[in-house]
């Protein structure tokens, strides 16, 4: 059977000065929009949003 691989296909931020690289990044203006945003990205990206902390949140593809 094969191993499946996961990767973080996208982060997004409110604070871009905390983010560094490793994945593609998009910055937004407030809470809300990160919310929506990620939302958004994982459902187009048939992925996941996991909050890291209030500001970011990755995209996971498993």
Same mark, same amino acid.
């Given at each position: 059977m094969?191993? +499946?691989q996961t990767s973080i296909v996208a982060i997004v931020t /409110? +604070?871009?000065e905390n983010i560094k690289g490793g994945?593609? /990044?998009f910055t937004v203006e407030n809470k809300e929009t990160l919310q929506k945003t990620s939302t958004s990205i994982a459902k187009?990206?048939?992925a996941t949003a996991h909050e890291i902390n209030p500001d970011?949140?990755?995209i996971v593809r498993r």
């Open positions: 094969a191993e +499946k /409110t +604070k871009q994945a593609p /990044t187009i990206l048939g970011t949140i990755i």
